[in-house]
């Protein structure tokens, strides 16, 4: 069974950083994509960055600020997120995809960033 624990959110100043970490297990085939979305209250599940590979793919909003990194010995994607600013405030889920198709999420974990 497929598992996605998400870590490393919490309050933080405008300005300030945090790294979210995903830990998974239970993964026995190929990753196709591993990858960060967030979830604002009122709007709609957005994707934030992903790597896939070698390649990384970013959120025009988040470019510059924001990096997305992989441990491939342990099938952990990092989120490390610089310069916050209070838009960036929303609950972050991990996302894998496998091969050959089936994606799973974690639990998600809170960002707050005050102004």
């Known amino acids: 069974q497929v598992q996605l624990v998400e870590s490393g959110g919490g309050l933080v100043q405008a300005g300030g950083s945090l790294r979210l970490s995903c830990d998974t297990s239970?993964?026995?085939?190929?990753?196709?994509?591993m990858g960060w979305y967030r979830q604002a209250p009122g709007k709609q599940r957005e994707l934030v960055a992903s790597?896939?590979?070698?390649?990384?793919n970013y959120a025009d909003s988040v470019k510059g600020r924001f990096s997305i990194s992989r441990d491939i010995t342990k099938n952990t994607v990092f989120l490390q997120m610089n310069s916050l600013k209070p838009e960036d405030t929303a609950v972050y889920y991990c996302?894998?995809?496998?091969?050959?198709?089936?994606?799973?999420w974690g639990q998600g974990t809170q960002v707050t960033v005050s102004s």
């Open positions: 996302n894998v995809r496998l091969w050959p198709g089936n994606a799973y």
């Open positions: 239970g993964i026995t085939t190929r990753i196709i994509t």
């Open positions: 790597i896939s590979g070698g390649s990384t």
